[in-house]
């Protein structure tokens, strides 16, 4: 069933240590299931007008084999929101905030690559389906090379989400102590706090509530690839934008997260709800 499916998908994310290499972050589910086929990504053409507009409709975030899954129902919250257009402007917002930020600019190589077409394309592709027209599919197999060089390691090519990652780990303005690490929790909570807050600012969070219900979850089941223990902060990264107050403090901070970097795992449980801090099983168990 799919929620054995939803709880077997959480138990094995609690498990899971966090991919460290090029090769861990391929064997992830849901990376491998984007260099396959896409027939688990299909949605019955059927139901493809379901409209999600006139009430709050909560949806349980399906998994299979640990991969997301597209519905019917994820495909109306693409289309209610207004669609790839839509998704585009909350996108290029996010990347505006993120090349601001000096923590996570230090991730992004350039910032002449289309980051928030890319990033809207995947998100429909990925809430929508067959449906969606694969059009992050489409792009990927289109776009041009893009080799970058690891020094002590060789030459690679960003051609996909892995790699994408990989290249971050080992950009040129990140810090040689850091350099070729894996994300870290903080930084993971800076970047869907970034994120949740474009998204706010687009509209997508007052104006369409069931859309914001399904995302939060969404992020968290794909930031776990990045950072084990990062989906459980997924919701108090969303929180954090809707108080301007935290606003200002991080602009009066030169755009810096310093409620949040280089904090340990245990003092950032200290921002986390009790709910949040007993719910092991969140984002794949059906309650709320």
């Known amino acids: 069933s799919k929620s054995k499916s939803n709880m077997a998908a959480s138990s094995n994310n609690a498990q899971k ?9 391929q064997r992830d589910p849901d ?8 027939s688990n990504q299909e949605v019955e053409p059927q139901l493809a007008s379901l409209s999600l507009r006139e009430n709050v409709v909560v949806i349980p975030l399906q998994t299979q084999g640990g991969s997301h899954v597209p519905s019917a129902r994820t495909m109306a ?8 257009d839509k998704l585009r402007m909350f996108t290029n917002r996010f990347y505006q905030h993120a090349f601001e930020d000096p923590h ?13 077409e890319r990033f809207a394309t995947w998100i429909a592709e990925k809430l929508g389906g067959n449906l969606s027209g694969n ?13 970058f060089h ?3 390691r060789g030459n690679f090519e960003v051609k996909d989400r892995s790699s994408a990652h990989f290249a971050a780990w080992h950009s040129p303005k990140r810090e040689p102590g850091s350099f070729g690490e894996h994300f870290k929790l903080d930084d993971c909570r800076n970047w869907m706090r970034l994120h949740f807050w474009a998204a706010r600012e687009t509209g997508l969070f007052d104006e369409h509530p069931a859309f914001t219900n399904y995302y939060v ?61 007993k719910q092991v099983n969140w984002p794949y168990e059906a309650s709320e």
């Open 17 to 25: 240590s966090t991919p460290s290499t090029l090769e861990g972050l």
């Open 31 to 38: 990376i491998n299931s984007e260099q396959t086929s896409s």
């Open 77 to 84: 919250l693409v289309r209610d929101i207004g669609g790839l």
């Open 104 to 116: 996570i600019d230090q991730f992004l190589r350039s910032h002449e690559d289309p980051h928030g």
């Open 135 to 147: 059009p992050w599919t489409e792009n990927r197999n289109t776009r041009p090379s893009c080799p």
């Open 150 to 152: 690891v020094p002590g």
């Open 217 to 277: 979850k969404f992020i968290g089941h794909f930031i776990s690839v990045y950072e084990r223990k990062a989906p459980p902060f997924a919701r108090e990264s969303a929180r954090w934008s809707s108080d301007p107050a935290n606003i200002e403090a991080y602009r009066a901070a030169g755009n810096r997260m310093t409620d949040v970097l280089g904090q340990t795992y245990q003092q950032a449980l200290s921002d986390l709800t009790p709910l949040e801090r």
